[in-house]
């Protein structure tokens, strides 16, 4: 973990220095999943201690259990007496087409609609891949984009290199900070236990970087409130990113609930925000707008496939861009698989999603100390190239146990589907624990107000 830690600290501007690490093991893959999840979340819990020992001059310990952060980038709930929804549309998924491998993202309702358009309705995946079969990959992948849906072609890690976004990734920075002109005088309110507390973070995020991100705040104290368009459920994943924040709803083309989310905005000190490259700017907030809006707002984003080249305003998701950037392509050889074999956990969401909680914190360590506001700038392509220039080889670590899942730390959660166990957490930071103040809940569950 030591090489891949080092390059995020040196991206969030992070004082060098190591992390302790307890327990062992790695999830089986081509690349070194369990190292990245591990760096990702001691990368944030140093940003808590570097933030505390600004204010407080106390450097808290930081440390990293390598076996629950794994898990915690599968899931960190266990629902008893209940499960969850599959977290897959029926149709999503990877085919075989006339000359190599494509994956279609179809969970949300418009993106599979998108994709039907192109190749018809489909009652199932055999008559999915009946279609897609008669199509070459790339004309397919870029038929569907045309329509506003979400696909990727199965590349080698040298045809993305070859290829001009690829190129484009290549050229940004894990972290790509932008200093604001505008200045905030907002002092810390929080504490060693609390260092976030009566931070009013204002989250804009989806499907599930930012909800991780947003998450971790809310763990520190911090109140979160997300804000969803109508319509949009994630029921798989409800129970797992809205725990400890209040969820409401709002349709920002209609002229009241713009004024609504305006004065939301007005009292925000962090946006968290996943839409593409311009597509706030299309719904009449810009990075101008909203710094006239909230000035000296600290603005953490992510997009799919990065912040420069053609694709800056694909959209995109985790398994995809592991289908574009050759992860899965990888997975497939070292497997000796016949068939695309992707990352054992959605590893770029969760990973992007702890860097930007660790942005987020730099930057408001930034604002608090020096009146400083800032704007950082991710994407999972990006995270996909930090875990492949960085990958150990495979089997230099033993296999994560899984079995025995009492001594992983479970604790009972009630929550709105019914009563659940949650996770032990992976993060321990000395006098300043990661705890929650309200369960997970639905989508659109609490009114669009601050509390």
């Given amino acids: 973990m030591t090489e891949l830690l080092a390059s995020i600290q040196a991206a969030l501007g992070l004082t060098p220095s190591s992390i302790r690490q307890t327990s062992q093991g790695a999830l089986p893959s081509a690349f070194a999943v369990t190292d990245l999840a591990s760096a990702s979340i001691a990368a944030a819990g140093q940003a808590v201690a570097e933030l505390l020992y600004s204010q407080t001059g106390r450097l808290p310990d930081v440390s990293v259990d390598r076996r629950l952060a794994s898990f915690w980038f599968a899931s960190s709930i266990r629902p008893q007496g209940w499960s969850l929804p599959s977290l897959w549309d029926p149709i999503a998924g990877d085919y075989p087409s006339r000359d190599g491998w494509i994956r279609l993202h179809t969970n949300a309702p418009h993106h599979r609609a998108a994709a039907e358009q192109v190749l018809g309705t489909a009652a199932d995946r055999t008559a999915m891949a009946a279609r897609v079969a008669a199509w070459d990959a790339l004309e397919l992948e870029q038929a569907i984009v045309d329509q506003g849906g979400c696909a990727a072609q199965m590349r080698s890690w040298a045809q993305w290199q070859d290829h001009p976004q ?17 200045q905030r005088q907002k002092t810390w309110n929080g504490c060693s236990e609390r260092p976030l507390a009566g931070l009013k973070v204002l989250d804009l995020t989806r499907v599930l970087a930012g909800p991780v991100a947003s998450r971790l705040l809310a763990g520190l104290g911090a109140k979160v409130l997300r804000i969803d368009p109508p319509g949009w459920n994630e029921p798989a994943l409800e129970p797992e990113v809205t725990l400890g924040k209040r969820c409401a709803r709002l349709n920002l083309h209609d002229l009241e609930e713009r004024k609504l989310f305006e004065h939301l905005l007005a009292d925000a000190d962090l946006l968290l925000h996943g839409y593409r490259a311009e597509s706030l700017e299309h719904l009449g907030y ?23 080249g053609p694709w800056r305003n ?54 608090w100390s020096h009146g400083q506001g800032s704007s950082a700038r991710l994407s999972l392509a990006r995270t996909a190239k930090l875990l492949i220039d960085h990958s150990a080889p495979p089997g230099s670590q033993p296999p994560l146990r899984t079995e025995d899942e009492e001594d992983q730390g479970l604790l009972p959660e009630h929550t709105p589907w019914g009563i659940a166990r949650r996770l032990r957490v992976p993060l321990h930071i000395s006098g300043t624990p990661v705890q929650w103040s309200c369960p997970a809940s639905t989508l659109g569950a609490h009114r669009p107000r601050w509390w």
């Fill in 166 to 182: 690829g190129q484009a990734v290549n050229g940004e920075p894990l972290v790509h900070w932008l200093p604001q002109a505008s």
């Fill in 314 to 367: 694909r959209r995109g998701f985790d398994s995809l861009v592991q289908m574009s950037c050759g992860i899965a392509e990888a997975g497939m050889a070292w497997k000796a698989a016949s068939q695309p074999t992707p990352l054992p956990v959605q590893a770029l969401d969760h990973a992007t999603g702890y860097l930007m909680a660790a942005s987020a914190l730099r930057a408001l360590n930034l604002s």
């Fill in 286 to 308: 810009g990075a101008e707008e909203r710094q006239r809006i909230a000035p000296g707002l600290i603005d953490v984003s992510l997009n799919a496939y990065g912040w420069n």
